[in-house]
């Protein structure tokens, strides 16, 4: 271990330090805590329903694009190469980045804007808390309680991994030992990294998907700063590759850049401020696994580049307004019509608690898979596919 990582390494989670469960069990002889923590996400329900929840495009539109669940291993890879370059739990990283999604709704931010919408009257909708509630309550396994029982320092970077939470944000303070997680402070190292692995792993996808889908072409990409720059080292050293290599080539240099930034800064970060516990990254106040500057800025660029591009086509606008559709139409009709609900789910369903039953349905809907919401809807509603 060199010296850089010699620092960083004083800051990692250590699983013997563990603050423990909140629901007591006996731990297991052959796995860390956070072994245990990722291989129970793994094992679960709602990391499956992944494979078939949107990232940007429709399940219909293609095999090839990038879903949920496809996206969160891409994640775990980038996050579990930095964590062990970094000396940190590389476990811990890995299960906070499978989980980090498993509250996404249907259709992607379009599902979650449509949901947010539908509970506006009843606390709203964030895909955060959704994942919060899924590893604590709804995922229903084991003989001894809901939930997977999760370490605290799991669940403390699945709900601060985007920074400090103030106040009793909805969704997450429904939690009964919310307070306990530290909702001021900021995650561990561990999370950090998650997160930032995330946005690495969202640039350099978007931008592989967008070009399979000729919403832009590898041309467009000249002007924008990083993806502009590899695109150009690429063709510098391979002047005739074919299109889709070419873009393999840009897209690996953007990951590459990204995470040797991201290093590198990180371990600036740690002697500039002289952090030597995971206790001291809790209490920094401000992140500490981070981009520099230069590589911020050109992270902004690139995500405006990529919203205008992508997220704002009118192709992706137009099957995003449909998706929502589904949303709105399932969630009026289930809270119309409980006996429109299937029979498991009826059950979860008491006359005159509107508040309740807008959460269990919520929950319901939540959880569907594109297909199954589309599949749902046209049982429901007698309608042709919504989707073409």
């Known amino acids: 271990m060199d010296k850089n990582c010699e620092k960083t390494a004083l800051i990692a989670s250590r699983p013997g330090e563990t603050r423990g469960r ?5 731990e297991s002889e052959g796995r860390s805590v956070y072994q245990r923590d990722r291989d129970r996400i793994i094992h679960s329900t709602a990391l499956r329903r992944l494979k078939h929840k949107t990232q940007v495009f429709v399940y219909h539109e293609g095999d090839h694009f990038r879903t949920r669940l496809t996206h969160s291993l891409e994640v775990a890879q980038v996050a579990r190469s930095m964590a062990r370059s970094l000396g940190l739990d590389e476990d811990l990283t890995e299960a906070l980045s499978l989980a980090h999604d498993l509250g996404h709704t249907p259709f992607g931010h ?10 506006k009257d009843w606390g709203g909708f964030d895909h955060n808390a959704q994942a919060l509630r899924i590893v604590t309550s709804l995922e229903r396994r084991y003989a001894d309680f809901d939930g997977l029982n999760l370490t605290w320092e799991t669940l403390e970077g699945l709900v601060k991994h ?12 429904e939690f009964e030992h919310f307070a306990d997680l530290m909702p001021d402070s900021y995650a561990s190292a561990e999370a950090q990294v998650a997160a930032i692995s995330d946005d690495i792993a969202y640039n350099a996808h978007d931008i592989d998907d967008g070009l399979r889908a000729r919403l832009f072409d590898v ?7 990083l993806a502009g720059e590899a695109l150009s080292d690429a063709l510098q050293q391979h002047p005739k590759l074919e299109r889709s290599r070419l873009t393999h080539e840009t897209v690996r240099r953007v990951i590459s850049w ?10 600036r970060q740690v002697g500039k401020t002289g952090v030597a516990s995971a206790n001291d990254v809790r209490a920094l106040g401000r992140p500490l696994v981070s981009f520099s500057a230069q590589m911020s800025e050109n992270n902004r660029v690139l995500q405006r580049f990529l919203a205008k591009r992508m997220y704002q086509h009118d192709k992706v606008q137009r099957i995003m307004g449909r998706a929502q559709r589904v949303v709105h139409d399932l969630f009026d009709l289930y809270m119309s ?8 789910w009826q ?10 039953n807008a959460r269990q349905i919520c929950d319901f809907i939540a959880g569907m898979t594109d297909r199954y919401a589309i599949d749902e809807h046209k049982r429901l509603f007698d309608l042709e596919p919504l989707f073409r």
């Open 337 to 344: 019509d409980h006996a429109t609900l299937p029979k498991d």
């Open 22 to 26: 909140f629901i007591a069990e006996r």
């Open 162 to 173: 985007n920074g400090p939470l103030s106040g009793k944000p909805a969704g997450f303070a």
């Open 258 to 267: 990204m995470i040797r930034d991201v290093l590198s800064e990180t371990v």
């Open 219 to 225: 041309i467009d990409l000249a002007d924008v700063p």
């Open 110 to 119: 379009a599902g979650e804007t449509a949901l947010n919408a539908c509970m």
């Open 347 to 356: 059950g979860r369903i008491h006359p005159g608690e509107d508040k309740e």
